[in-house]
């Protein structure tokens, strides 16, 4: 099982300056996720592991149990306990053994790694790797010289591996963080709990770019704007729109910038949350 590279680039229309997302909805289990996963699973197997684990509140769980039953190695996650039926189901398909814990995200993080003795720990913050998997996306978004690339952003791990790709090509666009720390709808990045936040610093920093955070009604609109062209990404996705969007507002892009949004997961594994979004 590998992740796909070289995925998808559309272009919105419909702004003044060049927008175009990065989609990452095509990777095996739907998310960017994958491409952390394949270079995880590679440095389990060069390490001799037979057993691996993670903290996720759902897509770096899906992922990691979908590519370790591939490549026969034991899977253990550890999800809050207020984690959806439609997760669990997708993780117990790939047979990986599923421990709930009564807390939010980053205290389950914490837990995990004090549990996870003899197996590979693929937490972000502790698997220093992570991030590798995710250059990728940098350098495959480098030939359209953007001057502006935005990403969802909790722990960090997923923005700070994209600028490193984008520097590997000699590219220095802005990087903007598009976080929702209160969010009820975009769970999987709710609580901007930064377990790589010395990496994300430094690419903020080293980029001049800047954080942007989104409540729920912008993070709605930007995503019904993207399903009426088909695009059927899950909210945390939606909220690198609703940060441009906050760009614009400010006047803090122009007619020259090309923007990259990264969408980074498909929402059509959860129909519910599709429904919950188009009802308003």
């Given at each position: ?5 070289n ?8 702004y ?5 997302l990065?989609n ?19 440095d ?23 590519f370790?039953?591939?490549?026969n ?21 790939n ?6 814990i ?15 003795k003899?197996?590979?720990?693929a ?60 969010s ?43 399903y ?8 945390s996705?939606?909220?690198t ?35 919950e979004i188009?009802?308003?």
């Open positions: 099982m590998k992740s796909i590279k995925t998808p680039v559309i272009e919105l229309k419909g003044n300056f060049r927008l175009y990065k990452e909805m095509v990777q095996p289990t739907g998310t960017h996720k994958d491409r952390e996963t394949e270079v995880i699973i590679n389990i197997r060069a390490k001799g592991f037979h057993a691996c684990g993670c903290a996720s509140t759902g897509n770096a769980a899906i992922s990691l149990s979908a370790a039953k591939a490549n190695i034991k899977c253990t996650v550890f999800v809050p306990k207020s984690t959806s039926d439609e997760i669990l189901k997708m993780i117990q398909a047979s990986a053994e599923i421990i709930k009564d807390a939010d995200y980053g205290r389950v993080v914490d837990i995990s790694n004090e549990k996870m003899g197996i590979y720990n937490n972000p913050g502790v698997c220093k790797i992570r991030p590798q998997g995710d250059e990728c996306i940098g350098e495959e978004i480098a030939d359209l010289n953007p001057t502006i690339v935005i990403c969802p952003v909790n722990n960090g791990t997923h923005l700070a591996g994209v600028w490193h790709g984008l520097k590997k090509k000699k590219r220095h666009p802005r990087m903007i963080a598009a976080i929702a720390p209160g009820k709808l975009a769970k999987s990045i709710s609580g901007f709990h930064q377990k790589d936040k010395k990496i994300l610093d430094a690419a903020i920093h080293e980029s001049r770019g800047r954080i942007i955070e989104l409540n729920d009604e912008e993070i709605k609109t930007a995503a019904r704007e993207l009426k062209k088909g695009i059927y990404c899950e909210p996705s939606a909220t729109l609703a940060a441009l969007k906050k760009l614009i507002l400010d006047k803090d892009c122009n007619k020259n910038d090309v923007a990259v949004c990264v969408i980074t997961g498909d929402c059509k594994r959860f129909p519910k949350l599709i429904e188009e009802k308003g």
